[in-house]
């Protein structure tokens, strides 16, 4: 079995230079296969990259996130009955909850709920707003005096600046028989192949890591976790997200600029399939 390396700041395994994208070079290590990037500044980087403009500017993330609320609602009652397959509600922690929406499902379900994120408007939006127990902040840094029967790390296991620092934190805030669920892109998905360096996916630097079922699989794997299932997420965006995430990755030219900012406007708020062939759950069991 292939190790995986040490964190990606101090990582001395040789990597193969792949491609730049947004002016970051993309490689992929020699050793396990892992494809990351490197950050310029990890003192600044939660601040700068999740500031108020990702989640309302639609830069590489939201036009306005708190539109999305039913549905993250939805995607977290789905979650939620997956886990009920499995154990019955207990504490469960939220990594980069945001303004915690999949969350609230969560405690409709039963769930003790906290959550840790590093906007601090949205996490305060889901402190004064949702009534959760939200802290500012990374997983990196992230500590507690309990331990959680469930941590979720959806959407987010490719935005952690220090991997292997806050997947520590994560087995060692796990239960021993306890789970992570996780939701992220599949790097070898036909999808991603398609698209090469233009996927989406590739959106540095709010996502640095990049995986396949087997380096994810491998880095739980290291951490003291084992892949028990693993499933794709019908999941739906809002046609506004879906055009924001097109226009970032390929710069429309006048014309189709115009038609999108019309459909924006006009038909924004409706929501569309999400071609899910690029992006799967993975459930975790501490071991
Ligand atoms: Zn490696």
């Not at 009534?131 to 500590?143: C, H, P, Q, S």
Request: glycine content about 8%; overall charge positive; charged content about 25%.
């Amino acid at each position: 079995m292939r190790k995986v390396c040490d964190s990606i700041l101090t990582c001395t395994q040789e990597r193969i230079p792949l491609f730049t994208k947004k002016g970051y070079l993309i490689k992929e290590c020699k050793t396990c296969g892992h494809r990351l990037t490197d950050i310029a500044d990890v003192e600044t980087h939660l601040e700068q990259t999740y500031s108020d403009d990702y989640f309302f500017e639609g830069k590489e993330g939201y036009t306005n996130y708190l539109e999305e609320k039913e549905m993250l609602m939805r995607s977290g009652r789905k979650f939620a009955k997956i886990m009920s397959k499995y154990t019955k509600p207990g504490k469960i922690l939220d990594v980069g909850c945001a303004a915690g929406f999949i969350l609230k499902a969560f405690e409709e379900a039963g769930w003790e709920c906290y959550g840790v994120e590093p906007n601090d408007t949205m996490a305060s939006y889901g402190r004064n707003e949702l009534n959760l127990n939200i802290r500012t902040g990374g997983m990196e840094t992230f500590d507690a005096d309990q331990k959680f029967d469930l941590i979720n790390l959806i959407e987010v296991i490719g935005s952690l600046y220090d991997l292997d620092q806050a997947m520590k934190n994560v087995s060692k805030l796990c239960k021993q028989g306890g789970f992570a669920m996780v939701e992220s892109w599949d790097m070898n998905s036909f999808t991603a192949k398609f698209y090469g360096k233009n996927w989406h996916e590739y959106c540095p630097p709010s996502v640095v890591h990049w995986y396949s079922d087997d380096t994810l699989k491998q880095l739980f794997k290291y951490h003291g976790f084992e892949l028990i299932a693993k499933g794709r997420p019908s999941k739906r965006i809002t046609l506004k997200h879906g055009l924001a995430i097109i226009a970032e990755n390929s710069s429309p030219s006048g014309l189709k600029r115009k038609l999108f900012r019309f459909l924006s406007k006009t038909m924004g708020n409706v929501t569309v399939p999400y071609p899910p062939a690029d992006i799967k759950w993975y459930l975790f069991k501490k071991i």
